[in-house]
């Protein structure tokens, strides 16, 4: 079984949550929050990491905006 984790947000800040998980040719979208740290708040404009239609599915661990 080969899994692969990606971190499009939250990595080395506190808000910006999200994480793609590939396994079995499913992509499971961990949390897509948006970033609320003044610094950062332009990231949320950015394009989106992966084409939409490619995921399978949401998974939302807490609330976002």
Not at 2 to 31: H, M, P, Q, W
Not at 53 to 62: F, K, P, W, Y
């Amino acid at each position: 079984m080969d899994i692969k984790l990606k971190f499009f947000g939250a990595a080395k800040n506190v808000t910006g949550s999200c994480y793609l998980l590939e396994t079995n040719g499913i992509r499971l979208l961990v949390d897509c929050g948006l970033y609320q740290e003044r610094d950062l708040k332009q990231r949320n404009w950015d394009d989106f990491p992966v084409p939409a239609e490619s995921i399978d599915a949401v998974l939302l661990t807490h609330a976002h905006l």
